[in-house]
């Protein structure tokens, strides 16, 4: 379901203008990095060499760390549920 359905859906049941409905309703995007890459995690190799995490693991989750992870969300009121 899009946002503006669900601004529509909740203008509709409140019965409040829309320059109101911000206070029952809000939507976002945020976003985080499990660690900049400037700010790089570095192990010791039994060689004796320092090299990044990221490139010296064999798991896929430990490179994804140095990526943006984004997540969009929606807030709304208590008494603003609204059926899909």
Sequence with gaps: ????DLLTKALKKLQIPEEDLGYF???????????LEKDRISILTKKGE????????DLP????????VEKHYVCLAKSLILPY
């Design 50 to 57: 320092v090299v990044d995490v990221a490139s010296a693991a």
């Design 25 to 35: 309703f809000s939507t976002g995007t945020i976003s985080n990095y499990g660690y």
């Design 61 to 68: 989750n430990i490179k994804i760390m140095s990526k943006m």
């Design 1 to 4: 379901m899009q946002n503006r």
